[in-house]
């Protein structure tokens, strides 16, 4: 899971990077991409199990609900700077216990409801409604944060029966060309300057849904998340030295309400 926390970190400097001279769609599309160049060098021995199509169209759900939430997060990564885009993200598993109490029927805990309403505390803390515009790109972050919420139920459901190797190369797999057409529509010159980033989103975005699938097929998720709660504080970090954004105390005041929130929400499901 620590793996996969820094990859994410990657995956978002490598896509904001990538952004300032390619559309997002496009970013999506190489982040992709450089996905299949590896599972192609890497992934042969995951082929009987791929050829058995186990779950398809659970994996295609999840793929279409987890690429457009890709997209509205890769817009926050460009528009927001990171500590904040990672505190609002982390209104993810207010989603989780949402959307396993929808679909998988699973009781909505005390601690879960109190933490429904500490996260909603939390982003209006760094929002701040009222003061001057709210950036609709911070809308688009919850509403992504969602996505990966409904995603993430949907992953766990295939960890059952599919290796988490499988689950990566049917999310290179579907997403490719759901980037490619997108891409299609607002498509820029690329240039070689560009190719380093595009490893480092491709490979930063594998390795962390591989380590993120990893974790939790073989951890309770209460165990995963305390370790992922690190990544708002270590994207201030970058954002401060990588992009010179400064610090915002509401940020990490907002955050640290939804992190506390959920820390103690995931801490009591787990005793």
Request: proline share 4%.
């Amino acid at each position: 899971m620590a793996l996969s926390m820094a990859s994410f970190i990657g995956m978002s400097v490598g896509s904001r990077e990538l952004a300032a001279t390619l559309s997002i769609q496009q970013v999506l599309f190489f982040r992709a991409l450089v996905g299949l160049f590896v599972i192609l060098a890497l992934g042969r021995a995951l082929l009987p199990e791929l050829r058995g199509l186990k779950l398809i169209r659970l994996h295609l759900v999840r793929n279409v609900v987890h690429f457009v939430a890709q997209y509205l997060w890769t817009i926050g990564v460009v528009l927001l700077p990171l500590a904040s885009v990672f505190a609002l993200e982390f209104t993810m598993p207010i989603w989780v216990a949402f959307f396993a109490w929808i679909f998988l029927k699973e009781r909505l805990t005390t601690p879960r409801i109190l933490a429904t309403i500490g996260g909603f505390i939390g982003v209006l803390v760094i929002v701040r409604p009222g003061v001057g515009m709210v950036d609709p790109a911070a809308g688009l972050v919850l509403i992504a944060a969602a996505g990966y919420g409904l995603s993430l139920i949907f992953v766990k459901q295939l960890t059952r029966q599919c290796s988490p190797g499988a689950i990566v190369v049917w999310m290179i797999l579907i997403q490719l060309p759901l980037g490619f057409f997108a891409a299609l529509t607002d498509w820029r010159e690329v240039h070689v300057t560009d190719v380093p980033w595009m490893l480092v989103a491709g490979l930063g975005a594998l390795a962390a849904h591989y380590c993120q699938a990893q974790a939790l097929k073989r951890l309770d998720a209460s165990v995963v998340m305390p370790i992922d709660f690190l990544r708002v504080p270590l994207a201030a970090v970058v954002g401060y030295y990588s992009y010179a954004e400064a610090i915002d105390l509401w940020v990490f005041l907002g955050g640290g309400i939804i992190l506390f929130s959920n820390y103690r929400a995931v801490m009591a499901e787990r005793r």
